[in-house]
């Protein structure tokens, strides 16, 4: 079997849960590592055995070998590496959010469809088997039309300390949920409304709470806490409700699905989106990773999520931030 010369750029925390779970892909080959921190370039590559290592991602993709790459810079630096690598012709995946801006994202859309590469953004949330099971659900007519969604999705403190100085929580954990609902319901967000508390005074505030109105008059609400004590026992609070007009659906993603009791009191550790499993990073991120690197061996575009999916999720939390902002209810262009 032929493997996959696979680079990641960005190497913070999650770009090594990146580079964890594609070396325990057996198709994939970790290839080339890209990070602007020498040593943290240097710390990755030991751990991984990676010997390419650069610190300018044009370097990077300048090599001829390489064909995919992972980007997981931050959100407001996504639009240059990954038009980058479109341009040099490689493969991408993008984590989430898409871009910071409704322009940055209709670039990138522009340039994934263009190309005949497999470009895809990391939506992991559709590849958690419990919201696959409910869009197979809905998409089977077991609930009717959807008429109502709420999801929650709130995290503690010590999480989102360093985090809140870039990225909210509207967008930073409410694009996930957006990017469901839309999935789930095939409707348009026409207006949102939302709100915001800052605690910490930090760049962002500290929980957002939306109001979606869908195109089929439909409502959605997100509950996004970054603000949680530091002893909850669990790093995502994360549940969601979908009601339709001939049943719902309920998805309970949240513990005790594995608790553990020691000297500090009790913990629910993760078991789904990245836990290890036999010394191998699995989960929801290894599934998705997975499924791009069969995209790409089989030469095929990914289809499960496309780049408009993923521009129409950011473009309606950027709306509710805008909410947020103005205290104004937001009406998003047709067809945004």
Not at 75 to 94: E, S, T, Y
Not at 178 to 202: E, I, K, N, P
Not at 289 to 302: E, I, T
Request: aromatic share 8%; with cysteine; proline share 4%.
């Amino acid at each position: 079997m032929e493997r996959i010369k696979y680079g990641v750029i960005g190497l913070g925390w999650f770009g090594e849960k990146h580079c964890e779970a594609l070396s325990g892909l057996p198709n994939v080959e970790l290839h080339s590592l890209c990070t602007r921190t020498e040593s943290r370039l240097a710390e990755v590559g030991q751990t991984f055995g990676v010997s390419r290592l650069y610190t300018d991602y044009h370097q990077m993709l300048a090599d001829p070998e390489l064909q995919a790459v992972s980007v997981v810079t931050m959100w407001d630096q996504h639009r240059a590496p990954a038009l980058a690598a479109l341009q040099a012709g490689k493969h991408v995946f993008l984590e989430k959010p898409m871009a910071s801006t409704a322009a940055d994202c209709d670039a990138i859309v522009a340039a994934a469809e263009a190309t005949d590469k497999a470009f895809m953004v990391g939506h992991i949330c559709r590849f958690n088997p419990r919201y696959a099971a409910a869009k197979q659900a809905i998409a089977e007519g077991k609930i009717g039309r959807i008429i109502s969604m709420y999801a929650r999705r709130n995290i503690p403190c010590w999480v989102t300390e360093g985090v809140l100085t870039k990225i909210g929580p509207i967008i930073g954990d409410g694009v996930h949920d957006t990017d469901l609902m839309l999935w789930y319901s095939g409707f348009q967000v026409q207006t949102a409304y939302a709100q915001t508390v800052d605690l910490r005074g930090l760049k962002y505030p500290d929980l957002g709470w939306t109001m979606y109105r869908f195109d089929s008059g439909a409502i959605g609400v997100l509950e996004n806490v970054w603000c949680l004590p530091d002893s909850t026992a669990f790093q995502i609070d994360e549940r969601m409700e979908i009601i339709g007009t001939a049943g719902s659906i309920h998805i309970q993603e949240v513990h005790p699905s594995l608790s553990i009791c020691d000297k500090d009191g009790w913990k629910s550790p993760d078991t789904t989106y990245w836990p290890e499993l036999h010394g191998i990073r699995a989960g929801a991120l290894r599934e998705e990773l997975a499924y791009f690197a069969r995209c790409v061996s089989d030469g095929k575009k990914p289809s499960i999520i496309t780049p408009r999916e993923s521009a129409a999720a950011v473009k309606a939390c950027l709306a509710a931030e805008e909410s947020a902002r103005t205290g104004q209810i937001v009406t998003l262009a047709e067809g945004a």
